[in-house]
């Protein structure tokens, strides 16, 4: 389906630009560390923030597509969890690298699953896309911010620890505010909304120039823990949602965009996370930059799958 390979590609082509610009002298790489934390704790969050206040979801499925993404999220979760010790066989050496796995695993691409479903269903499709935002950008920030406390640290944080590491998390205090400000039905000073619009615009292509000026290209020779969890995100992932999107009553373009979300690579988020809690960063790099690639065969399966191949332009 050209709609999500058209989306797919300026990803892949930031993070080329990402990748070259890092070999010249345009900026040290105390300015990319600069850049990496101005990402991380102002737009990411700004951007999290504003797309679910702006989410219109009083026509969407709420609970049965929402709890459909979430089992399918907390279901691929477990399974790595319960796995972890299979890791260390498949070339994922320590706790660092079993994070990244965790978070190629389960995180999803916002902006791709917004794209590819606007442009196949409209408002409705967009508002079911922030849906996604709503019901596991939360979780997902959960699970990975304490796996990273819990595997990346030299020493596993106390319980006090953890909660607190989660409560001051910038992506998860983003995506709460916002959904605190959208259920309130209270309306933003308009100047306001848009100039977080303008902030948050910066953090998807700052973090994927980010991924690519954190990529070695040798290490996107071919290995088995890459491929074990590239597969867990990119065919497990959408079976597991789309499953359980079937089994709660979910159909047509909701059940489409559940698919969707479940279907589209990592997001470059989890770069910037790996890179701020100790996670392996390089690791991170290229499960973001082997699930684009590959995504652009298998997402268009996913919604043709799902019954999207049909749905108007």
Same mark, same amino acid.
């Given at each position: 389906?050209? &709609?999500?390979?058209?989306?797919?590609?300026?990803?892949?082509?930031?993070?080329?630009?990402?990748?070259?610009?890092?070999?010249?002298?345009?900026?040290?790489?105390?300015?990319?560390?600069?850049?990496?934390?101005?990402?991380?704790?102002?737009?990411?969050?700004?951007?999290?923030?504003?797309? &679910?206040?702006?989410?219109?979801?009083?026509? !969407?499925p709420?609970?049965?597509?929402? +709890?459909?993404?979430?089992?399918?999220?907390?279901?691929?979760?477990?399974l790595?969890?319960?796995?972890?010790?299979?890791?260390?066989?498949?070339? +994922?050496?320590?706790?660092?690298?079993?994070?990244?796995?965790?978070?190629?695993?389960?995180?999803?691409?916002?902006?791709?699953?917004?794209?590819?479903s606007?442009?196949?269903?409209?408002?409705?499709?967009?508002?079911l896309?922030?849906?996604?935002?709503?019901?596991?950008?939360?979780?997902?920030?959960?699970?990975?911010?304490?796996?990273?406390?819990?595997?990346?640290?030299?020493?596993?944080?106390?319980?006090?620890?953890?909660?607190?590491?989660?409560?001051?998390?910038?992506?998860?205090?983003?995506?709460?505010?916002?959904?605190? &400000?959208?259920?309130?039905?209270?309306?933003?000073?308009?100047?306001?909304?848009?100039?977080?619009?303008?902030?948050?615009?910066?953090?998807?292509?700052?973090?994927?120039?980010?991924?690519?000026?954190?990529?070695?290209?040798?290490?996107?020779?071919?290995?088995?823990?890459?491929?074990?969890?590239?597969?867990?995100?990119?065919?497990?992932?959408?079976?597991?949602?789309?499953?359980?999107?079937i089994?709660?009553?979910?159909?047509?373009?909701?059940?489409?965009? &559940?698919?969707?979300?479940?279907?589209?690579p990592?997001?470059?988020?989890?770069?910037?996370? +790996?890179?701020r809690?100790?996670?392996?960063?390089?690791?991170?790099?290229?499960?973001?930059?082997?699930?684009?690639?590959?995504?652009? !065969?298998?997402?268009?399966?996913?919604?043709?799958?799902?019954?999207?191949?049909?749905?108007p332009?």
């Amino acid at each position: 389906m050209i &709609v999500a390979i058209e989306s797919l590609l300026p990803s892949l082509l930031l993070i080329g630009l990402g990748s070259g610009l890092v070999r010249t002298a345009i900026m040290s790489r105390e300015g990319w560390e600069g850049v990496e934390r101005l990402n991380y704790y102002l737009l990411y969050p700004v951007l999290l923030f504003v797309s &679910v206040v702006r989410a219109d979801l009083r026509s !969407a499925p709420v609970f049965s597509a929402g +709890a459909a993404m979430a089992l399918g999220v907390a279901t691929v979760a477990a399974l790595m969890i319960v796995s972890r010790r299979l890791w260390p066989r498949l070339g +994922a050496a320590d706790g660092p690298a079993f994070t990244s796995h965790l978070q190629g695993a389960i995180r999803y691409n916002t902006a791709v699953a917004l794209a590819v479903s606007g442009a196949l269903f409209g408002a409705e499709g967009l508002a079911l896309a922030a849906l996604g935002a709503v019901a596991i950008v939360p979780l997902i920030n959960v699970l990975c911010v304490s796996a990273l406390a819990t595997w990346a640290s030299a020493t596993p944080p106390r319980a006090a620890g953890l909660a607190k590491e989660i409560a001051l998390n910038p992506l998860i205090i983003g995506t709460v505010a916002g959904a605190l &400000v959208n259920a309130s039905g209270l309306a933003l000073y308009k100047p306001l909304v848009e100039t977080f619009d303008l902030v948050g615009r910066g953090a998807l292509g700052l973090a994927l120039l980010l991924v690519g000026a954190g990529l070695r290209l040798q290490a996107l020779a071919p290995r088995v823990d890459v491929a074990a969890s590239t597969a867990l995100k990119l065919v497990l992932m959408p079976v597991a949602m789309t499953s359980y999107a079937i089994a709660l009553g979910v159909e047509g373009a909701a059940l489409a965009v &559940v698919a969707i979300t479940g279907a589209t690579p990592t997001a470059s988020s989890a770069y910037v996370l +790996a890179r701020r809690m100790g996670g392996d960063a390089e690791l991170m790099a290229t499960l973001i930059t082997t699930q684009t690639i590959l995504a652009f !065969a298998t997402l268009p399966v996913a919604v043709w799958l799902a019954g999207g191949a049909g749905a108007p332009p």
